[in-house]
Nanobody
Framework: VQLQASGGGLVQAGDSLRLSCAAS???????LAWFRQAPGKEREYVSS????????DYADSVKGRFTISKDNAKNTVFLQMNRLKPDDTAVYYC????????????????WGQGTQVTVSS
């Protein structure tokens, strides 16, 4: 299984970005998620979506600003990030292989390489 994350960049506070995660190569489980990791911090959960049911979940820190969506035909999941803040600066990783909607890194078997998001104040 390969996960290819893209769409990161350098933006100003208040701007928007859209991340994409293209999945290929095998069974992905029921759920795909986004996590992020800032320098010196642990990897933290951002959002997740179930492939078939479309059920979504968000961390409190991004609720109301970020939207996760999917294109099943293209095996791609998106993360629309609006009203970005400097605290959103991190490497964003997509993850797959969980059978449940989960905010724990240990439940995801496959990880992408990450895409850098930098938000300047």
């Amino acid at each position: 299984v390969q996960l290819q994350a893209s769409g990161g960049g350098l933006v100003q506070a208040g701007d928007s970005l859209r991340l994409s995660c293209a999945a290929s190569g095998g069974a992905l489980g029921n759920t795909l998620a986004w996590f992020r990791q800032a320098p010196g911090k642990e990897r933290e959960y951002v959002s997740s979506i179930m492939w078939n049911r479309g059920v979504t979940d968000y961390a409190d820190s991004v609720k109301g600003r970020f939207t996760i969506s999917k294109d099943n035909a293209k095996n791609t999941v998106f993360l629309q990030m609006n009203r970005l803040k400097p605290d959103d600066t991190a490497v964003y990783y997509c993850a797959a292989g969980s059978m449940i909607l989960s905010n724990y890194t240990s439940t995801y078997r496959y990880w992408g390489q990450g895409t850098q998001v930098t938000v300047s104040s």
